[in-house]
């Protein structure tokens, strides 16, 4: 059994003034500007004419190409870019908002400001000074400049980036011209426990509010974000170990692995499958800044999706268990499809009073027909997850052929545990037999009931759920029925006078609008409150357009095994039309034209003729490719290529991109993120890291 836990953050190779001249060390600014000149022209310095770590940084910007004469920054990103840059740095900046808010007024008069950066030197936050932050925006020293040693030269910033090591670097030692009015010093973040580093801090202002102390305070800055996150980092390993060994535990694992937020390793048992597993460091192919939910695409050869358990606490993905199962096991696995859709239900306990324990997703079970990965689905798989274990009632709202039902059966899920499942629509009888249906009979009790009565659809979903499809179709007449029911847990069957207690967890679905049904005077205001505790809205497949994709292979696949018919192949001219389609029937629908194209041709290439006429007569939203591709061109690789068409050819707009690929804003932003495109949309990024 191994176990690696964050040590504290404080490093002995991190000498917080590694790189800062003593008082008596720095010389007058007249002869640090006649070293850089003399630089510049490749003569010899004199000896002390400035430090090694200034000349060493001067060489470096030297060779970078960095040109002596800039007077401001490059601006890395801005606008839509600059919300990817700082959502793809949300712990660094979750990490420092304290920092932050508390500085804020403290240097409100200091004249000078508080910087936070990303890895590569792209300012993410500045607070402070009010009058200091105007002039730093003639230098771009502000959100969305670019200030890395390899593109602006020496600069506290960069160098500490180069360096590894806290630095300050004050007026004419900077290598830049227009930079040489400024004093900053800054320290790097790194990952607690690693060596990794996630950002700089830097304190930043004219050359009069130079002060030697200023390093020390950006290097306890930097400390103190580094121990915010390994605060946070050992809580949570605490309850991945506890969620290990509640499920890995079991004697049926070949081994298990506890992957915290940032996708290391921090603890394993067993044979993992995979050579290349090393405690502390990323699983391969996962990146430090993927979400969790994203790794099951990601996972390396050697691990399958279905091995991966998500782990939640207090509604967040704080790591994951991967449990490979015993060889019999494995072969009898399937690919697991849908296993970034959503898991089964949660099994929650809590572990020894330390507070909520987290919650393991179990492998693929009542979500797994939940297939796709688009954050639309994904946010209501999550909410439905939630409401999984609670026995609550929920409404279920979408439009026609959405999937409710499989959202229903996923929150009810398996009968063993959650009793059973009994579904009934709504709209499909008339009301003498939906009375009838839903509460039971007795013999006689009306024309055509049975002679020896029966039991309704109550009864039979006693200890369980009882699904109640199309719930606005219900007559206006059987609604306060149906209210003292779910109210008072009693039914009575027809015709007869004996109240039976029933214990049943109501689920209703409905693709109409109930607000606007009770302002017709046609649904009870009482019975929506009742059967709407809680609600689920499952989104339109116009909606999720990035599944539209993953569940046409979906089809493709379970079709064919289906109807014993071999696969077909849908090209990138087919999928784009698919996907720009606006799917009135939604899933029900495309399932539906992926069927009829599987039945009707042998040809292995599914054509554009062969598509239904409403798709052929739409515009095509997503732009082909201007040069030829061959067939057997994989989806992400055409879709990819044409985002980052659309992006150069709108000149790093997002919006006009966005337009150009005829689809939202929000959904190119996940695209992007999705295919690590984010630097695409940096205008005069050439030289960005």
């Given at each position: ?362 492998q693929p079970g009542a979500f797994a027909p939940l297939v796709g990965r688009s954050k639309a689905l994904l946010a209501a798989v999550e909410r ?306």
């Open positions: 059994m191994h176990h690696d836990a964050y040590p504290s953050p404080s490093p002995g190779s991190r000498d917080p003034v590694a790189l800062s001249p003593g008082p008596s060390e720095r010389l007058n600014e007249r002869q640090t500007l006649d070293a850089w000149e003399r630089f510049l022209m490749g003569e010899p310095l004199a000896p002390m004419a400035v430090s090694k770590s200034v000349l060493s940084s001067w060489q470096r910007s030297q060779r970078s190409g960095v040109e002596a004469r800039t007077r401001l920054a490059p601006l890395a990103a801005s606008g839509d870019a600059l919300e990817l840059l700082r959502r793809r740095n949300r712990d660094l900046m979750w990490a420092a908002q304290g920092l932050f808010m508390g500085s804020a007024h403290l240097l409100a008069r200091s004249g000078s400001i508080l910087l936070l950066t990303d890895p590569h030197g792209v300012v993410l936050e500045v607070a402070g000074d009010l009058k200091t932050l105007e002039t730093a925006e003639q230098i771009r020293l502000v959100a969305g400049g670019n200030w890395h040693e390899g593109v602006v030269g020496t600069n506290g910033i960069g160098t500490a980036l180069a360096t590894r090591l806290p630095a300050q670097v004050h007026a004419a030692e900077h290598f830049c011209e227009g930079i040489k009015g400024w004093t900053c010093a800054a320290a790097p973040v790194f990952m607690p426990g690693t060596e990794q580093i996630i950002g700089v801090v830097d304190i930043s202002g004219p050359p009069k509010t130079f002060q030697i102390n200023n390093l020390v305070l950006a290097t306890a800055a930097a400390r103190q974000i580094e121990s915010v996150l390994a605060e946070r980092a050992s809580r949570e390993h605490v309850h991945l170990l506890e969620a290990s060994i509640r499920l890995g535990g079991r004697g049926d694992a070949l081994a298990t692995m506890v992957l915290d937020r940032g996708a290391r390793l921090i603890h394993s048992t067993g044979t993992p499958p995979c050579d290349d597993l090393r405690m502390g460091r990323c699983l391969p192919g996962l990146d430090a800044g993927l979400q969790v939910e994203e790794w099951a695409r990601r996972l390396p050869e050697c691990l399958r999706p279905e091995w991966l358990h998500p782990v939640r606490i207090e509604g967040a993905t704080i790591g994951a268990l991967v449990i490979v199962p015993q060889p019999a096991r494995v072969a009898g696995a399937g690919a697991g499809v849908a296993a970034a859709a959503g898991r089964a239900a949660p099994a929650r306990a809590h572990a020894g009073g330390r507070g909520p324990a987290a919650a393991i997703e179990p439905a997850r939630q409401l999984s274990g609670r026995r609550v009632p929920v409404l279920i709202q979408g439009e026609t052929g959405v999937g409710k039902e499989l959202f229903a059966r996923a929150i009810h899920g398996d009968d063993e545990r959650s009793g059973p499942f009994v579904p009934f629509n709504c709209g499909a009888s008339t009301k003498a037999l939906i009375g009838a249906e839903l509460f039971g009979h007795v013999r006689g009790a009306f024309t055509g009931a049975t002679n020896e009565g029966r039991p309704g659809r109550f009864e039979l979903a006693h200890g369980g759920t009882l699904c109640l499809d199309e719930i606005g179709e219900l007559p206006l007449d059987l609604q306060p029925v149906l209210l003292r029911a779910l109210e008072e847990g009693v039914v009575y069957r027809l015709g007869e006078a004996k109240p039976r207690r029933v214990d049943v967890r109501v689920l209703a679905m409905t693709n109409r609008d109930l607000l606007g049904e009770i302002e017709a005077g046609r649904f009870r205001r009482d019975l929506y409150h009742r059967i709407g505790v809680t609600r689920v809205l499952v989104p339109a497949l116009r909606e999720r357009e990035s599944d539209v994709e993953c569940l046409t292979d979906h089809f493709n696949h379970s079709l064919s095994r289906r109807h014993g018919v071999p696969m077909r192949e849908f090209g990138p001219e087919v999928l784009a039309l698919l996907s720009a389609y606006a799917w009135p029937g939604n899933v029900r629908e495309l399932r539906n034209v992926v069927e009829s194209l599987l039945l009707t041709s042998d040809d292995p290439v599914v054509g554009v003729l062969e598509l239904p006429p409403e798709l052929l007569q739409q515009p095509l939203a997503v732009p082909q490719p201007s040069r030829p591709q061959s067939a057997t061109t994989s989806l992400e690789e055409s879709e990819r290529a044409t985002i980052v068409r659309a992006v150069q050819d709108a000149h790093g707009n997002l919006a006009q991109a966005a337009r150009a690929l005829g689809i939202s804003r929000s959904t190119l932003y996940r695209k992007l993120e999705r295919y690590q495109l984010e630097d695409i949309v940096r205008p005069g990024d050439e030289g960005a890291p």
